[in-house]
């Protein structure tokens, strides 16, 4: 393979969209600026923000920007067309002058497409997106673009296929969603090697819930090494993917940054040992009883009230596996944003006829509903 942008970037990214607040709701600026400072005096240089984070480009403009010259750090931010973020082709193109103006960074060194998938596809095209980025790019309002990704494999390959020029690519990648069918986050990031296109991974740790796993793995983990924190063996599987060039974090505390930079900033790889213990985390995670869900879809395409039926399934086994109420809470809004709500089963039962799983889709509806709404 040859070699790609970007290969020798520090391997940690930091995540500004986590960010700790005061009690008035207000960011928490003299810790932010203390998490700035420990990330960037150990070595670490990248930063990821988005035009739909609420506050985090001005509050990065504030504890990054303004307090340090611009060539010590590389700033990403992302253009949402999504119909919740953008209603016309002027509103979507609007915004990398408005994130520009908020984060007073002069330019993004890395600007992404955000959340890129299948059912939002449409308006990146008829937007005519891909074009804009391209002028921008020209203009010097940003030096690389790309994509943050959420679909298969096989549409991330036609992506790339299409669009060639595509520099870097967003995944969620993690040791738990590493051979999912519903994330693929195997197969999206081999898509990605293909084409030879650098990496930078979202979701490391699974937003918190590889933070605090099963006691069995953490049991595991300390049984190979007792000084290494969960979230440490779930970034340095992601960081030591050959094709990664970079690991979002996306830190809330001071602490987080200290734990992450202290064996980032001399960042080494899993070893073939520690690669056994993620492999044996791996398995008693398809232990533990879940919805098997496959994210096919299959149950969607004729379904009358229009559920997110996979989402809501992933949403409920945050909850089931890694016990954490509150993600699977925000998943499962996410998930009937736009889309029907469990309780909202009319009990047709053609998404049982189609799911190749046999799953009981509509009893498993019922307890969502339940528990959510």
Same mark, same amino acid.
């Given at each position: 393979?040859?070699?790609?942008?970007? $290969?020798?970037?520090?391997?940690?990214?930091?995540?500004?969209?986590?960010?700790?607040?005061? !009690?008035?709701?207000?960011?928490? &600026?003299?810790?932010?600026?203390?998490?700035?400072? +420990?990330? =960037?005096?150990?070595?670490?240089?990248?930063?990821?923000?988005?035009?739909?984070?609420?506050?985090? &480009? &001005?509050?990065?403009? $504030?504890?990054?920007?303004?307090?340090?010259?611009?060539?010590? *750090?590389? =700033?990403?931010?992302? =253009?949402?067309?999504?119909?919740?973020?953008?209603?016309?082709?002027?509103? /979507?193109? $609007?915004?990398? !002058?408005?994130?520009? !103006?908020?984060?007073?960074?002069?330019?993004?060194?890395?600007?992404?497409?955000?959340?890129?998938?299948?059912?939002?596809?449409?308006?990146?095209?008829?937007?005519?997106?891909?074009?804009?980025?391209?002028?921008?790019?020209? $203009?010097?309002?940003?030096?690389?673009?790309?994509?943050?990704?959420?679909?298969?494999?096989?549409? =991330?390959?036609?992506?790339?296929?299409?669009?060639?020029?595509?520099?870097?690519?967003?995944?969620?990648?993690?040791?738990?969603?590493?051979?999912?069918?519903?994330?693929?986050?195997?197969?999206?990031? !081999?898509? %990605?090697?293909?084409?030879?296109?650098?990496?930078?991974?979202?979701?490391?740790?699974?937003?918190?819930?590889? /933070?605090?796993?099963? &006691?069995?793995?953490? @049991?595991?983990?300390?049984?190979?090494?007792?000084? /290494?924190?969960? #979230?440490?063996?779930?970034?340095?599987? /992601?960081?030591?993917?050959?094709?990664?060039?970079?690991?979002?974090?996306?830190?809330?505390?001071?602490?987080?940054?200290?734990? @992450?930079? #202290?064996?980032?900033?001399?960042?080494?790889?899993?070893?073939?040992?520690?690669?056994?213990?993620?492999?044996?985390?791996?398995?008693?995670?398809?232990?533990?009883?879940?919805?098997? %869900?496959?994210?096919? #879809? *299959?149950?969607?395409?004729?379904?009358?009230?229009?559920?997110?039926?996979?989402?809501?399934? +992933?949403?409920?086994?945050?909850?089931?596996?890694?016990? @954490?109420?509150?993600?699977?809470? #925000?998943?499962?809004?996410?998930?009937?944003?736009?889309?029907?709500?469990?309780?909202?089963?009319?009990?047709?039962?053609?998404?049982?006829?189609?799911?190749?799983?046999?799953?009981?889709? +509509?009893?498993?509806?019922?307890?969502?509903?339940?528990?959510?709404?």
């Amino acid at each position: 393979m040859k070699e790609y942008f970007g $290969k020798e970037m520090p391997k940690l990214g930091f995540g500004m969209m986590r960010l700790p607040k005061n !009690e008035d709701g207000s960011f928490d &600026e003299a810790q932010i600026n203390q998490m700035v400072d +420990t990330f =960037l005096d150990a070595g670490m240089c990248y930063f990821d923000t988005a035009f739909v984070y609420p506050g985090s &480009e &001005e509050i990065t403009k $504030k504890t990054l920007v303004d307090r340090y010259d611009r060539d010590k *750090y590389f =700033l990403t931010s992302k =253009l949402n067309a999504g119909t919740w973020a953008a209603k016309s082709k002027e509103e /979507a193109r $609007k915004e990398l !002058e408005i994130s520009l !103006e908020r984060s007073g960074a002069g330019y993004f060194d890395f600007y992404l497409l955000h959340a890129i998938e299948k059912d939002n596809i449409d308006k990146y095209d008829e937007y005519e997106i891909w074009d804009f980025v391209k002028e921008a790019k020209e $203009k010097g309002l940003i030096k690389h673009y790309g994509f943050s990704f959420h679909d298969s494999a096989d549409f =991330l390959d036609e992506l790339l296929t299409k669009h060639p020029d595509v520099e870097v690519v967003q995944l969620q990648i993690n040791y738990a969603d590493w051979e999912s069918e519903s994330v693929q986050s195997r197969k999206c990031y !081999e898509v %990605c090697v293909k084409h030879n296109k650098p990496v930078i991974v979202m979701e490391p740790v699974k937003g918190g819930n590889l /933070a605090n796993p099963p &006691e069995q793995i953490v @049991n595991a983990f300390k049984q190979s090494n007792p000084d /290494a924190t969960p #979230s440490q063996w779930a970034i340095r599987f /992601a960081a030591g993917l050959e094709n990664v060039m970079v690991v979002l974090s996306g830190m809330s505390t001071i602490e987080q940054v200290e734990d @992450n930079v #202290s064996y980032m900033k001399d960042f080494k790889p899993l070893n073939d040992d520690e690669q056994e213990v993620i492999k044996q985390a791996q398995h008693i995670l398809a232990t533990i009883e879940q919805i098997p %869900c496959t994210g096919c #879809s *299959y149950c969607t395409k004729g379904c009358p009230m229009n559920i997110n039926i996979p989402s809501i399934f +992933t949403a409920m086994n945050r909850e089931m596996v890694f016990n @954490n109420k509150k993600s699977a809470q #925000s998943g499962y809004n996410n998930a009937t944003r736009e889309r029907g709500k469990a309780s909202e089963c009319i009990h047709c039962m053609q998404c049982e006829d189609a799911c190749p799983q046999h799953i009981e889709i +509509t009893s498993w509806l019922e307890k969502g509903a339940e528990a959510y709404e």
